[in-house]
């Protein structure tokens, strides 16, 4: 009798992960990150403006408790799914998979505690360095990381202001970067 409640609480979670993991996704694709900012288009590119805004959500979910830290473990685990899944279309054999998993999830973390701390001490020159160090180490100078800093400094206030039920309910939705850039 009881684990038909488990269950279907389960699949509410299920179904929230699924709805904000699709937000996260389609906030990091947002064409103005490619065309203006500058960003890779490129598999790890990708990446980089999946797990910023990742990182948002997790950053802001940290200290949240019940229904919200549920759903930040969950959300975390999708996107390492989807990392896995990624790196299978890519044509990584099954061997290989664990390693650059691994490999990334250190990436991520990594970044994490960088940009966290600077969203902390909100530290938009600190945070404009991460993301030139990370986005773009291919390039010795990245103009465009100062904007990508303002608009993730931008983005986080956003997701700062909301309110724990808007993650657990799975209503949160970024505000899309095109209309960050018009109001700048």
């Given amino acids: ?56 959500i997790l ?23 989807d990392v896995d899944h990624s790196l299978r279309e890519l044509g990584i054999g099954d061997h290989g998979i664990p390693r650059r998993v691994k490999k990334l999830g250190r990436m991520f973390y990594g970044r994490a505690a960088a940009y966290g701390q600077a969203l902390d001490q909100n530290d938009g020159i600190a945070l404009a360095s991460a ?27 956003h997701v700062a202001k909301a309110g724990a039920d808007a993650f657990s309910s799975g209503t949160f939705r970024f505000e899309r970067p095109e209309a960050l850039e018009q109001a700048q």
């Fill in 1 to 56: 009798m009881f684990s038909r409640f488990f269950r279907s609480n389960r699949r509410t979670n299920r179904a929230v992960t699924d709805v904000l993991y699709g937000e996260i996704v389609a906030a990091a694709r947002q064409p103005l990150f490619y065309a203006v900012y500058n960003v890779p288009d490129t598999p790890l590119g990708r990446f980089e403006m999946l797990s910023l805004h990742m990182f948002l």
């Fill in 59 to 81: 950053h802001r979910l940290r200290a949240e408790k019940g229904a919200a830290q549920e759903v930040a473990q969950e959300l975390t685990d999708e996107f390492f799914m």
């Fill in 131 to 157: 993301l030139r160090r990370n986005v773009r180490p291919d390039v010795e100078a990245w103009p465009e990381a100062e904007r990508m800093a303002d608009y993730t400094l931008g983005a986080w206030e």
